[in-house]
Structures are given as structure tokens and as C-alpha cells.
């Protein structure tokens, strides 16, 4: 039999439990829980008025993000993004920052540049080859680039070389020509305009040099032959004292040779003009003998007076044709004035009177002069007077 509703209600009456009262100590429990859910509910609202939503664009790449920070400087703090001297950021680092903001940051790159033969390091923001050049405002356009436009400029930099297109003058061959190049040296603007240098041309300036914009360069063509010549290689002389020999007279004891030296030349010729020989070898063939000479170092003898007057050089003329060395036929008589080696010995003489100096040999006659006059001369003592 089933139960009757008053027992279903009942039952469910007696199933409920009563809640006990609150006590005191279970009210003091409680109010700090509520205080912290009031407090959180109140820091939520300032969580929410504090956080910004940006956008950040470094380098060209963008992106957006929620930020607690309160300027520029923060944000790339939190974000680790650095900043050095030749970066740009805008807004400016320490501007404040606030919801919706864009902030953009580029970073400054090295750049070893090349113009034109001056080299210096500059710094540019550009992510490209093309965009450096606009931003350091060189004029490319036909210019010779090291790179393409459109390369990539990392963060490490780049090394670029520009050579801007240039004009000058060449006069080559009898012609001038006007010759617009990006060429490194001279050389090569040379060649391209088909005025190529041939083994000993040059140039009027370093044909390695940088071409610049106006030069006159005139181009030599140098041809040239190569002539060898013998040459005589003059001899010195050695002179050489001797006590023996009176003072003012010499005697040449080996006479000097010359010797002989094979000289390469070369003549060149430059633009038809032919230049004075230059010598680029030599070798002695035969070296030159030196001459040497004895010069007399020994006091002359004293003058004898009454006799230093006559003409003795007439007298010896006269006796021996000048020759201090001269001999008779009978080989009795020699020297200036034919002594006989008595009479020589007797006047002072040694040896024979050949053997000594012309100087000596005028003295001794001088002493017989004043002894004996002419007369040891009967024929060229008229010669002694004129």
C-alpha cells in the first residue's frame, strides 16, 4: 500500500537540517574574506584602466601588444628592443605612451661607402641598398654599384662602392675624344672606350689613378729600339814623389791606357717625338791602365852666379838636339852638353853625365863655364850669347 502524501511530506520535513546560528567568532572569520573579494574587485578595474594596446614596428616589422608601461622608454625596455645613438624612434623615447599608440623603431646600420675613390662610414635606417642611397642623398642613377638596389642592409652593415658616372677628355692618336665611364682607374676607362695602352704607353697622369669628372688625360704611345755602343773608359793618372829626382821635373815611368765599356741605350720614341738615349746597361770590357808619374821631390842645385844668364837650352840644342840622355858615336862624350866622365867627375859629377838629370847636367856645365869659359865647346859655344 502506498504511503500517504502527509508521509512524503513528512519525510521530506524531517530529511532538511536546520543551519545553526552565527556566532560572533564566525562573523569576525568572515570579514576579512569579504574585504579581499571587495578588494579584488576594485583592483580589477585599475588593471583594466592600466593596460594599452600599441602597436610596435621594428624594422619594418609590426606587431601589436598590451602594455603596463608608461612611456616609450619602458616599452622598449619590456620588449628588449635596444637603442643606440644612430637609431630613430618615434615617438621619441620618454614621450608617454597611451592606447592606440604607434610606436616605430629603426635601427641604424653601417655602411663602409665607396664614392667616387673617397672612402667613409656613414650610417642609414634603410633596410635596402636603394633606400641608403636616397637617404644619404647620392645621385645613382647610371652609377656603378658594388651591390644591387635591392640587397638587403642587416644589422651588421654593409660595404658598398659607388662610382658615379663621369666624363673626360682623351687625347689619344692625334684625336680627342669625350669618354663617359664608371670606370676605377684610368686604365679601364681607357680600354672601354677602345684607347687601350699598349705595353709602354702611359699616360699624362697615373694611369692607376681615379678618373675624375672634366680630367685631360693625354695618352703617350711610346715606342723605342735599343742600340749597344763601345766606349772608351778614360784613364787617371798616379802620380807618385821620388827624393831622387830634382824639384820641378816629372818622369813618366808606365804610360796610362784607356780601357773600353759596352753600354746598352734605349731611344724612345713617344708620339713621334724622339727622346734622348737612356742607358739601361753596361759592362767594362776591358778596365783602363792608370798612368804613373814620378815627380821630383830633391832640392836643384844652387845658381851659379855668371852663368844662370846664358842661353844653355840653345847650347844643348846645339850639342845633344835637347836630349838629356845622348852619347857620341865614339860613346865617349854624353848628355845635354857631351861631357866626358872626367871632366864630369872632376866638376862634382857620379856615373856617367847621360844617366843624370837634365837639371844636373845644366849645373855642371854652368861650374865649367866659369872655369874655362866656351871654350869646352869650340862649335855651339857662339850659342850660349845668342
Known sequence: MSPSPSAHRGGRARGRRRRPAATPDHLRRLL?????VAFLAGGTTAFVAHDKAVRLSVDGHPRTLHTFADDVDGLLADQDVPVGPHDIVAPAPGTDLTNGDDIVVRHGRPVALTLDGQRRRVWTTAGTVDGALRQLGVRAEGAYLSASRSQPIGRHGLELHVRTARTLVVAADGREYRVRTTAATVREALAEAGLALRERDTTSVPPDSFPRDGQIVTVLRITGRTEVREEPVPFR????????LPRGTEEVVRPGAPGLRRVTYHRDTVNGVRRAPREVAAETVRAPRPRIVRFGTRAGPAPVPGADHLAW?????????????????TGTHGGLYQFDVRTW?????????????????TYRAKKLYVTRGASPWPVCGRKLHG
Do not use: M
Open 237 to 244: 793618372t798616379v802620380r807618385r814623389p821620388d827624393p831622387h
Open 313 to 329: 837650352g840653345a847650347l844643348a840644342r846645339c850639342e845633344a838636339g835637347g836630349r838629356p840622355d845622348a852619347v857620341d858615336a
Open 32 to 36: 576579512p574574506r569579504a574585504l579581499v
Open 345 to 361: 867627375h872632376r866638376l862634382g859629377g857620379t856615373g856617367r853625365p847621360q844617366e843624370a838629370p837634365a837639371e844636373e847636367q
